[in-house]
């Protein structure tokens, strides 16, 4: 049965641009046909760019010709969501507020991958000005969940998560200020790395709550998102050897919530289970109320949504849907006493984690509570809150991984892994041996 080069990993498509049997044309066509495919009935992209993909992938295989390789994602294509600056592109961020915007330089992060030789094919959808959704009122429709279309795929980086579970490219880039990577990754059954604050150029990313904001890949498996990471950084790839006498630290305590699917308990303790069968040593470990420290982070991220959008919303109010409006204006209430105290109460949880990894190599949490919601619960302008264990990480800025680690009611859920600043290598190990050890994401919604 002939393979359609859509199917390949990175890893795959990269041996065969090598040894000759694929072209980066090839490759990049069937990525094209692939979106004329399915992208009607998901709607992840909201800018297909065939002339540019086309000729970066002709401009890839003389490169290859010449004898000229630019690494792992030579060749290979990838997705951006709707916030990233690409030269000549309509960046529009989800809103109407930048309705007839074209971007006139390129984020940094983008090229980047650029310079690796990827391939970009075009921008994702996001929730209007990356913040909540979804929102009738934005630009354009939300993306559908492919496990279940009548879901939603959790935002703000849905586009991304959507395209890479959808089989329409591997890897794409996201942002995450309070999970917008993890969350869309954990509701459409895809691996999404939040690296550590500061690893990834913000410059030329549409700023949400800079002080939260981070880019990272969403990719269909660890090591290709442990690829992309490493472009992007110019670092070494994490070599993703096992977990054998790795020390994790299970945040059980955190599972506990109304909104928390009852699978959820039984899928981390056999996520956990796992772990220590492939060698780890898992301890059961006293975290902070996660309630108090949510409360704290909402009011940061809050606060530097009003600071970066407030403004121009209270400007042109008619041009930004209710959801977004909402969420960005009600920051303007943080007062500066209530932000330093918040401040300061997230810094005393940032201080016990490290304190934690000290002794843990990494922390196991949920990354969502439930499953994606359906659509209809957003209808007639609802504002439906989506239990996450996501937030307080933007605000501490450890690295964090979130991957498959089976189904509620039909969808995906997640698993987090937590690690110390500067140690995506290990997050990613740990993240790759779970995978490995489990069917968790080899599952295709297509499939079926």
């Known amino acids: 049965m002939k393979i359609d080069p859509a199917d390949l990993s990175i890893d795959e498509a990269a041996t065969a641009l090598r040894s000759g049997p694929l072209t980066a044309t090839i490759l990049v066509a069937a990525h094209l046909q692939r979106i004329a495919d399915r992208n009607p009935a998901i709607g992840a992209f909201v800018h297909v760019a065939p002339e540019d993909a086309t000729a970066a992938a002709q401009a890839a295989d003389t490169a290859f010709a010449a004898g000229q390789d630019f690494g792992p994602l030579h060749g290979i294509p990838f997705a951006i969501k709707d916030i990233f600056d690409v030269a000549g592109w309509p960046v529009r961020w989800g809103s109407r507020l930048q309705k007839d915007r074209i971007a006139t330089s390129t984020a940094p992060s983008v090229q980047t991958l650029l310079d690796a030789g990827a391939v970009p094919l075009g921008l994702v959808a996001t929730y209007e000005l990356a913040t909540v959704g979804p ?28 395209a890479v579970a959808s089989g329409m490219v591997r890897i794409a880039l996201g942002t995450d200020t309070g999970g917008s990577v993890r969350s869309p990754a954990s509701y459409c059954g895809v691996v999404g790395l939040k690296p550590t604050y500061g690893a990834v150029s913000l410059d030329g990313v549409m700023p949400l709550a800079t002080a939260l904001d981070h880019v990272g890949p969403i990719a269909h498996n660890v090591t290709e998102a442990a690829a992309v990471f490493a472009v992007l950084t110019k670092s070494a790839r994490a070599e993703l050897l096992g977990v054998v006498g790795t020390r994790i630290a299970y945040g059980r305590a955190w599972c506990a919530d109304t909104a928390a699917d009852p699978a959820l308990e039984p899928l981390m303790d056999e996520a956990a289970s796992v772990l220590s ?14 309630a108090a420290v949510e409360a704290a982070a909402a009011q940061i991220i809050l606060a530097g949504e009003y600071a970066s959008h407030g403004h121009t919303i209270e400007a042109q109010p008619s041009d930004v849907g209710p959801a977004a409006a909402k969420s960005i204006l009600s920051g303007k209430s943080v007062t500066s006493r209530q932000l330093v105290a918040a401040q300061k109460f997230v810094g005393g949880f940032g201080a016990a984690v490290d304190t934690l990894l000290r002794d843990h190599d990494v922390l196991i949490l949920p990354t969502t509570m439930a499953p ?21 990480f933007n605000v501490t800025g450890h690295p964090v991984l979130s991957v498959p680690m089976g189904f509620a009611n039909g969808l995906p859920m997640g698993l987090q892994i937590v690690g110390r600043h500067g140690d995506e290598a290990t997050v990613c190990r740990v993240g790759a041996a779970f995978e490995a050890a489990t069917d968790h994401g080899a599952g295709d919604p297509y499939s079926a």
């Open 135 to 162: 929102d009738q009122h934005s630009l354009y429709a939300q993306p559908r969940n492919p496990w279940n279309p009548a879901h939603v795929t959790g935002g703000s980086s849905s586009g991304s998560a959507a």
């Open 277 to 290: 069968l492939c060698g780890a040593q898992v301890s059961l470990v006293e975290l902070p109320d996660y």
């Open 372 to 392: 994606a919601p359906p659509f209809s619960a957003f209808a007639e302008g609802k504002t439906v809150w989506t239990a996450m264990r996501t937030l307080p």
